[in-house]
């Protein structure tokens, strides 16, 4: 993901004629295609509020009617500048339509451009109170590597482990309701134009969910791949 | 504007297709055999010229070294992914060969995008005959899970062969416009296409809107190895096992028996598409005959793993799309392979439906490619293909991991960025690798391409470089970099790592302009000859019949100048002159042809020119 996006939008100066002009995607003076805006976050591009809860039919919708008018088909006889504009255009309207229509992409992406999601950040690390069960986990993956190396009896472990996938699945599941609620506390603190404070004591709560999830989930994924 | 013509660059028949506005319908261009098939043949005569076709598909009983096919097999691969390739077909790959294999005919070696090339030309001339003037773009098909170097290395193809490429379809895709043109089509719509290489299964929606149709591509899995040839090399070598063990003869010794071997069983295996049994007498050298009688049931049984294969992907497709096969309402078969009832049951038992396939399954992959074409001719469009990328696209990180940035089946035109910076100070440079596949580290993925990101010296951490990656609606890869300090863009020089590049594609199109302008004059020449030589024939048959008597003063006197100066004319190497005396003898023996007819069909054929009657 890139940099998060700072909410500065200038006036663009229309390459084509020259006016000021203010369309996200097209001139309002003379309807050519405008350079890319910057300062445009994907919320925005759909005329989106910034919230997690999102109507995935609505979401299409707008999806396709502006890839009706952006998609490269389009301006395959124009100049070459309206060529690479509508590629820029296309490639991000396609861009944020797969992240807003993924419901954890949504999220790791608010959390960017709210500025919670600082690179490096999310390198994970083992959340403290899971620390025993995935040093036997990591234990238990070690065992099997090896007696499937020397040939060894299975059987015992992969119960083991089929065991410690169904609890690392629960918590899965778990953290994914605490987002939801998190999620749907966001919407409400949005609608009611909480403070800054509040704005970001969610964030930073998402921000840690968020984080846990994405370890759970790649020890799940580990060892569905040692069990394969 | 002018004509768009669509092409289909298939492993074993390629064609060339348009959209005919007058019926609203696409429409393939028969070539001068009658077919709209071309043979995906090529092979150098030993005069040096170059012949493409189904003149070159009987050149690979005789001349089997001069002659390739399933060339699209070696599209944009480096020699060491095709070494089980060439096991099995009998690509002379020339040892040289570093990024870009290049295949040997005779005495000569080219790459694989300019042996297709030969082939997009030779369909260039049959649309340029069609239209009588000439063709200039194209939308050319690809398999859809055709990666990056295979995409470009047709590109290039187009490129060398004097077309520009408009677009690069993927072949389930343009069958899907093909059939929602022909039967109107709603809803979800699974298309298997398994051709003579490769294998496709797209998952599409169409959706109507207020402005016109959009065909969204969901989900999209493939082979782009496996196909209808491996039923043959299947057939060949069990055919081969037993001649060898009947008959002690070794077929590795002659490649044009070979070739006549496979033209046989090919004949076999299309024969049990339509009937139970069929039987093969292979006359070998020194006399003896092997004779066999195939059932559809054995020939079932030993393609049954091929057709197994094919069904991984189907099952990946759907998963990505998040769909059920019964979920689909309509399935739609592709490709010649699909004319095997073994697929057809297993693919109607897989989705619970019946597939369509009641347009032409070698037809329909270039229909939809000329609907495409006819959508970006025309600018003003009811329709609007959403296709997506078939292979995640990352970059290889530390310890040759690789990290997703682009994943499979996004939208395509789909973007990244990446933020780059230095690790030590005054570093200048920053390599990246970028890789597509769904596998985890970066040697199991395709590696696509490498280059270095030029870093002005500064302390470490200081630079930030951001670089855009960015697949084009082609599914193509492109590279933009900018120094977030400055504001600079950077152009980033990209090596293909299996592929050709700008200087090269750029000098095989001009050694191919130099061919083709002496072609296209040296064929128009014999067609005007051919033609001279049937009025010629035709004039002299009806003055022999017609007692002069008949002809008007001087009508005599005007045609046999008229014959001398085509006479003439046709001895030299002018062909737009040849045509002119040809019109000019046909002014002159319109009344001739008239009285070479009875009264009674003199009103019907009236106009009609005298080599015709």
């Known amino acids: ?228 | 504007m002018a004509r768009i013509v669509g092409i289909d660059l298939g492993t074993t028949n390629s064609l060339v297709a348009y959209f005919d506005p007058q019926t609203g319908r696409p429409q393939c261009i028969p070539g001068p055999h009658g077919s709209t098939l071309c043979p995906s043949v090529v092979s150098l005569d030993p005069d040096g010229s170059i012949i493409v076709g189904e003149p070159a598909r009987r050149r690979l009983l005789t001349q089997s070294e001069r002659s390739i096919y399933s060339v699209k097999r070696l599209m944009g691969r480096g020699p060491g992914d095709v070494q089980d390739e060439l096991k099995l077909f009998p690509f002379r790959i020339d040892p040289a060969s570093q990024n870009v294999i290049r295949v040997r005919l005779g005495e000569r070696v080219f790459t694989p995008p300019e042996i297709s090339a030969f082939i997009l030309r030779e369909l260039k001339n049959w649309a340029e005959a069609h239209f009588g003037e000439a063709v200039e773009r194209a939308v050319i098909t690809v398999p859809a899970y055709f990666n990056d170097a295979q995409r470009q290395a047709t590109k290039d193809a187009g490129r060398i062969a004097g077309l520009e490429v408009l677009r690069l379809v993927n072949e389930p895709t343009a069958a899907a416009l093909a059939y929602g043109l022909h039967e109107r089509q709603r809803g979800k719509v699974a298309v298997y296409d398994l051709g003579g290489g490769t294998f496709d299964i797209s998952v599409l929606k169409l959706i109507s809107t207020g402005e016109g149709d959009i065909y969204q591509v969901l989900a999209t899995n493939g082979d782009t190895h496996l196909g209808g040839d491996d039923i043959d090399n299947l057939l060949q070598a069990q055919v081969r096992e037993e001649i060898l063990r009947l008959h002690q003869v070794d077929f590795a010794k002659s490649a044009d028996s070979v070739q006549e071997l496979r033209k046989e069983l090919i004949r076999v295996k299309h024969e049990l598409s339509a009937v139970d049994r069929a039987t093969l007498r292979f006359p070998l050298a020194g006399g003896a005959v092997y004779a066999r009688e195939f059932t559809r049931a054995a020939l079932d049984a030993l393609i049954a793993p091929v057709v197994e294969r094919t069904m991984k992907p189907v099952r990946q497709a759907l998963a990505d799309a998040q769909l059920q096969p019964t979920e689909m309402d309509e399935v739609v078969l592709v490709g010649g392979t699909t004319r095997t009832p073994l697929i057809r049951e297993t693919v109607e038992k897989f989705f619970g439906r019946k597939p369509h396939v009641e347009l032409n399954p070698d037809e329909v992959v270039a229909l939809g490619a000329a609907v495409q074409a006819d959508i970006l001719a025309r600018g003003v469009k009811n329709m609007l293909l959403l296709d997506v990328a078939p292979l995640s696209l990352g970059i290889e990180t530390y310890g040759g991991a690789v990290a997703k940035i682009i994943p499979r089946n996004s939208t395509i035109p789909a973007s990244a960025q990446e933020l780059y910076t230095t690790g030590v100070d005054n570093q200048t440079g920053i390599d990246i690798h970028v890789v597509q596949g769904e596998r985890e580290l970066a040697k199991d993925c395709r590696s696509l391409a490498r280059f270095t990101l030029k870093v002005p010296p500064a302390p470490a951490g200081l630079p930030r470089i951001e670089v855009k990656f960015l697949i084009d609606a082609n599914g193509i890869l492109q590279v933009a970099a900018k120094d977030l300090r400055t504001g600079e863009q950077h152009t980033v020089e990209v090596q293909p790592s299996y592929g050709l590049n700008d200087a090269e594609v750029e000098r095989m199109l001009e050694e191919s302009i130099e061919y083709a302008e002496q072609d296209f004059a040296e064929r128009q020449l014999i067609e005007a000859r051919t033609e001279a030589e049937s009025i010629l024939t035709a004039t002299a048959k009806a003055l022999a019949a017609v007692p002069d008597a008949q002809l008007a003063g001087g009508e005599r006197e005007k045609i046999d100048a008229n014959v001398a100066a085509l006479q003439a004319a046709a001895a030299g190497s002018d062909y737009k002159l040849v045509r002119a005396r040809i019109d000019e003898l046909n002014q002159a023996t319109t009344h001739l042809a008239e009285l070479m007819m009875n009264s009674a069909l003199s009103t019907a054929l009236e106009g009609r020119r005298l080599a015709e009657v």
């Open chain 1, 1 to 228: 993901m890139a940099e998060p996006y700072t909410i500065t939008n200038p006036p663009l100066v229309c390459w084509s004629c020259h006016d000021r002009t203010l369309g996200t995607h097209f001139c309002s003076s003379c309807g050519k295609l405008v350079q890319l805006r910057g300062g445009i976050d994907y919320f925005t591009l759909f005329e989106m509020p910034r919230k997690l809860w999102v109507e995935l039919p609505a979401l299409e919708k707008k999806f396709l009617q502006l890839s009706w008018k952006l998609h490269p088909d389009n301006f395959v006889s124009a100049s070459e500048q309206e060529r690479e504009l509508s590629l820029q255009h296309s490639s991000e309207l396609n861009d944020a339509y797969r992240t807003l229509r993924d419901p954890v992409a949504r999220l790791e992406y608010l959390l960017g451009i709210e500025g919670m999601r600082k690179e490096g950040e999310h390198k994970q690390q083992a959340p403290p109170e899971l620390l025993e069960e995935v040093f036997e986990l990591n234990e238990s993956l070690e065992e099997l590597r090896e007696a499937k190396a020397s040939g060894g009896d299975l059987a015992g472990l992969q119960t083991r482990l089929q065991a410690a996938e169904k609890s690392f699945q629960a918590q899965l599941g778990e953290v994914d309701a605490r987002l939801q609620s998190a999620a749907r506390e966001w919407d409400a603190a949005f609608d009611a134009k909480a403070d800054e404070g509040a704005r970001k004591k969610l964030l930073s709560r998402m921000n840690e969910l968020l984080n846990r999830r994405s370890y759970i989930r790649n020890l799940v994924t580990n060892v569905q791949k040692e069990l394969q």
